[in-house]
């Protein structure tokens, strides 16, 4: 079994910084992309940032500058550092990844965390 569990949500004003982090754990062979989507209320999810194991990086248009994504391969780790924050980046905040488990090498799965919230009050 493959549990992603996150960490570092909360209040914070803005202008203010979060880092928000994600572990993955269980029966893992190999990770490959991991990110983190956002749905805000009322909204449909949305990509904020992924990360290739290789380390290439992709943004959404209204995170770049501000926020970084960074992953430890070995800690099997995702992390987001989110900077300047704005009243629009309030949301639910959830980790990604695309895992291969031990149980099944020939067909990797998408596995999601609980989702932590993010506040940011102007």
């Known amino acids: 079994q493959v549990q992603l569990v996150e960490s570092g949500g909360g209040l914070v004003q803005a202008g203010g910084s979060l880092r928000l982090s994600c572990l993955a754990s269980g029966s893992i062979f190999r990770i490959n992309a991991m990110g983190w989507y956002r749905q805000a209320s009322g909204k449909q999810r949305e990509l904020v940032a992924d990360?290739?194991?290789?380390?290439?990086?992709n943004y959404a248009d209204s995170v770049k500058g501000r926020f970084t994504i960074s992953r430890d391969n070995f800690k099997n780790t995702v992390s987001l550092q989110m900077n300047s924050l704005k009243p629009e980046d309030t949301a639910v905040y959830s980790c990604?990844?695309?895992?291969?488990?031990?149980?099944?090498?020939?067909?990797?799965?998408?596995?999601w965390g609980q989702g932590t919230q993010v506040t940011v009050s102007s």
């Open positions: 990360i290739t194991s290789g380390g290439a990086t």
């Open positions: 990604n990844a695309e895992i291969v488990a031990t149980t099944n090498l020939l067909r990797p799965r998408d596995y």
